[in-house]
């Protein structure tokens, strides 16, 4: 019973130190030259904004759902047309849903290390592709 109740404890305190880690990086969306900020619309037709990081593979932009508060991500998925600040410069851009091949390419190219996944109770990890409108970016 001793070990069950230590594996109890163990637990509910990693539950807490994922709640803790994500609740601050959401609260903080520390920016930096590896980061955008990402602005969705929602169903009410309210922006808003979120610092993401930036991800490149074979020539094109992409950003990753990486922690397990995603809203941004499900607003892009629902209205894929997104704006995007990246470098100073702000722009529209479209937000698409990767999967497979391309998926497995981005994923390879940055992949997320075993203390970051730790930190954020293995999130699953998934990747939209933005794609600026012809004659812009």
Do not use: C
């Not at 994500?22 to 929602?42: K, R």
């Amino acid at each position: 019973m001793k070990a069950v109740k230590w594996i109890v404890i163990a637990l509910g305190l990693y539950i807490g130190l994922v709640v803790v880690f994500e609740s601050l990086i959401g609260f903080i969306q520390p920016a930096g030259d590896g980061t955008l900020v990402i602005t969705t619309i929602d169903g009410d037709g309210n922006a808003h904004d979120r610092v993401v990081s930036r991800l490149e593979s074979d020539g094109r932009l992409y950003v990753a759902a990486n922690h397990w508060p995603r809203a941004w991500f499900e607003r892009a998925q629902e209205n894929p047309d997104v704006r995007v600040t990246l470098d100073g410069a702000t722009g529209d851009y479209r937000a698409t849903l990767v999967s497979g091949a391309e998926h497995e390419q981005v994923n390879s190219d940055r992949p997320l290390g075993p203390a970051f996944r730790f930190l954020t109770g293995f999130p699953p990890r998934y990747f939209l592709r933005l794609d600026a409108p012809a004659g812009q970016g």
